[in-house]
């Protein structure tokens, strides 16, 4: 899962209801689908296995290669035929960045848009969250800034303020757990460094260090996996998830999980009326800017024309909190009404509803939180029985809801 740093545009539809968009459509009109079952929960977990059996799922890496085969394999087995849409983007890399500091060496990531440089100087601790006067403070001028992150002062902000008194690499320390990403909105020439919290505990003003900030352009060729039965063309619902996942992340949870619901769907409904009228699509580049989503949308006018709802799975496989669903407000709000314990928030469209919700049309977005091991080495557990719960949901609001809802 993407999250986004500013909010998204969202498109509303008032007074339309989940069950008067898809009753009128049909689609509640679908045989049975398969409960929960030890075998069933058992297929789960064999996919989950094999998306994290060759370690993080970056767009463009080998690894998601093996996830797309493995996945169009599934697909093609449940009579399904598949495709690729394949698109391009220019990409910003961190080969590998750190700090040296005497004989301890701490790993960061470089923002993007930093210069790659390798600088030795002292360090500068600044007081503060990077304002001009924090940073007058500090006496950075010929030294490497150390800055915490502070919501009010964005990223780009404090790195100029650094760069304008002087300083010659500036470092950002988390304010929370977790490694420290982010952008700065475009190109600055300064080498900047985000580290943890715990990391940039251990750094000292006056210590002589070299900071290491390695980085390329590159272009990625991204593939999005598209599943559906022959001759659909037009679908009226779509089930998506992404199926890439960030540097260095396994990404059991981001967002194996999700695309692992996408599948269960597609093999619970693979002989039913529904299977003829959907698209079943796992979105590549999704964490490098729902670049996935986006081509999509971009690229399947025809098909998103008569999308009647889009169902997102992202995050649904560590109970952090019960399972909720954002997106569309009168899809939201029908869907709790349905389900009255299902949890509703208003979300930024940070993963890949938001361009289809962009694009007008209406859509669900199930997630269960982020957890400790959002974007970590350490996501590589998901639970089958929670994923389950999510497609249990997802068809309940398709098959038990609509009546209802006329």
């Known amino acids: 899962m993407r999250v986004c740093s500013y909010e998204h ?32 929960l058992d297929v789960i977990s064999t996919d989950l296995k094999a998306l994290l059996a060759n370690g993080p799922r970056v767009a463009g890496s080998e690894s998601i290669e093996k996830a797309r085969g493995y996945l169009e394999a599934q697909f093609k087995a449940l009579g399904y035929e598949t495709r690729r849409d394949e698109f391009t983007y220019g990409r ?19 923002l993007q848009g930093s210069k790659g440089a390798e600088v030795t100087a002292l360090l ?4 503060g969250v990077g304002t001009p006067s924090d940073v007058a403070a500090a006496n950075v001028r010929g030294k490497i800034a150390v800055i915490s992150r502070g919501q009010n002062v964005p990223f780009a902000q404090k790195a100029r303020n650094a760069l304008d008194a002087g300083a010659v ?6 304010n929370t757990m977790g490694e420290l990403r982010g952008t700065l909105g475009g190109t600055l020439d300064l080498p900047v460094l985000g580290v943890s919290q715990a990391d940039g505990a251990l750094l000292r003003s006056g210590d002589s260090v070299t900071l290491r900030v390695r980085t390329v352009d590159r272009t990625v060729r991204g593939a999005n996996v598209v599943a559906y039965k022959k001759g659909v063309t037009a ?8 199926m890439d996942s960030v540097v260095r992340a396994p990404g059991a949870n981001d967002n194996a999980s999700g695309t692992a619901a996408v599948l269960d ?10 299977s003829a009228r959907a698209y079943f699509v796992l979105f590549d580049g999704e964490e490098d800017g729902l670049r ?49 314990s299902l949890q509703v928030f208003r979300d930024s469209g940070g993963s890949d509803h938001g361009p289809f919700i962009d694009a007008g049309v209406p859509s669900l977005f199930f997630h269960r939180g982020i957890d400790v091991n959002y974007h970590q080495p350490g996501d590589v557990t998901a639970d089958p029985t929670l994923i389950r719960d999510a497609t249990d949901t997802a068809l309940k609001l398709l098959d038990t809801a609509l009546p209802s809802a006329r």
């Open 235 to 242: 679908p009226e619902i779509l089930f998506g998830g992404h």
């Open 169 to 174: 690499g500036v470092i950002i320390v988390n």
């Open 9 to 40: 545009m969202r498109f509303l539809l008032p007074g339309v209801l989940l069950g008067t968009l898809l009753v009128t459509s049909g689609l509640s009109q679908t045989a049975p689908v398969a409960p929960a079952s030890a075998s069933s």
């Open 292 to 340: 996935g989503s986006r081509a999509f949308v971009a690229n399947n006018s025809a098909a998103t024309r008569g999308l009647r709802a889009m169902f997102n799975f992202d995050m649904v496989g560590v109970d952090v909190t019960p399972l909720a669903v954002g997106g569309t407000d009168s899809l939201s709000q029908a869907a709790q009404r349905v389900i009255p």
């Open 92 to 110: 910003f890399d961190d080969l590998g960045s750190d700090v040296r500091v005497g004989s301890r060496t701490i790993a960061g990531n470089a």
């Open 124 to 127: 500068a601790l600044v007081s």
């Open 265 to 274: 769907v597609a093999r619970r409904v693979a002989n039913t009326p529904l």
